[in-house]
């Protein structure tokens, strides 16, 4: 009896992590079982090596877009400027978390040139490397140095991130008496202009931070990002979490929109009125 062989081909869609393998059987003689090993070899890579750069995620991002990010007892409201090219100008207005309970609206905030806001940077960075190339200080009125910047976001760009299996993923709910099914994957929210928007999927990513002798050396980082491409600003991670430190630190997305204007000046403004 004939032995059936089996050729896989795979390729990728646009989104990195969506490996499309089609599977053709066939029945020859004439393929080796050595090609036959290769090519299983190489969708074993091909699913071992799938991960993102968010660096790659930011090039998806629109002038005009925003997310508001909580830490701690912080928010910070991060606004795509403008997007030139490879640069990307990104404006950074931080304020205490409980002056945030009556926000209405966060264009009008900015419009009205930000209230209580405790700093108001607006900074450069270059989507090939990640690197942050200018940065501004509005609060201080001056340039800046762009290092402590870069020291977090501009390390956290150019991290390869690997995809979290779904057995690795957190698990919300318990197992109701006589229903021994699967318990639910914790997802979070995506909030567009105060609204929970449902159906949206994510896929957790994981990386470690380098060895480069800060508090978050050697940490794991996890991230959470929409599987799909969506019509809100889906290309950061709405969740972040970093585990080994005194518990764990977590940064999330509480808000997020589009069509923010800024009443700032540009980079390129500021550089020509020196």
Not at 93 to 104: C, F, G, N
Not at 165 to 170: A, C, L, P, Q, Y
Not at 185 to 202: A, H
Request: aromatic fraction near 12%; glycine fraction near 6%; hydrophobic fraction near 40%.
């Amino acid at each position: 009896m004939a032995i059936t062989n089996c050729i896989i081909i795979f390729s990728r869609t646009k989104q990195p992590v969506k490996v499309r393998i089609l599977i053709y059987l066939f029945k020859e003689k004439t393929m080796s079982r050595f090609v036959y090993f290769l090519a299983l070899l190489c969708v074993i890579f091909s699913y071992t090596e799938a991960g993102i750069y968010l660096r790659d995620n930011l090039k998806n991002a629109e002038a005009g877009d925003f997310i508001v990010t909580m830490q701690n007892k912080t928010c910070s409201l991060l606004h795509i400027y403008s997007k030139e090219g490879q640069y990307l100008t990104i404006e950074e207005i931080s304020l205490p978390a409980s002056k945030t309970k009556s926000m209405d609206s966060w264009r009008a905030w900015v419009q009205e040139g930000a209230p209580g806001h405790t700093s108001w940077t607006m900074y450069s960075v270059n989507l090939m490397n990640g690197a942050i190339d200018r940065c501004f200080s509005f609060t201080k009125n001056r340039w800046c140095d762009p290092t402590p910047t870069e020291n977090f976001l501009g390390t956290l760009l150019n991290l390869h991130l690997n995809l979290v299996s779904t057995h690795e993923r957190k698990k919300i709910g318990g197992y109701a008496i006589g229903t021994p099914g699967p318990r639910r994957i914790w997802e979070p929210r995506l909030i567009v202009d105060g609204n929970v928007i449902t159906g949206v999927s994510f896929d957790a990513w994981r990386t470690h931070w380098p060895k480069d002798g800060s508090i978050l050396s050697g940490k794991t980082i996890e991230v959470y990002v929409p599987s799909e491409n969506t019509p809100y600003p889906s290309y950061f991670p709405y969740w972040l979490e970093i585990s080994g430190m005194m518990g764990q630190a977590k940064l999330r997305v509480v808000d997020s929109g589009k069509g923010l204007r800024s009443p700032k000046p540009s980079l390129f403004q500021l550089e020509a009125a020196l």
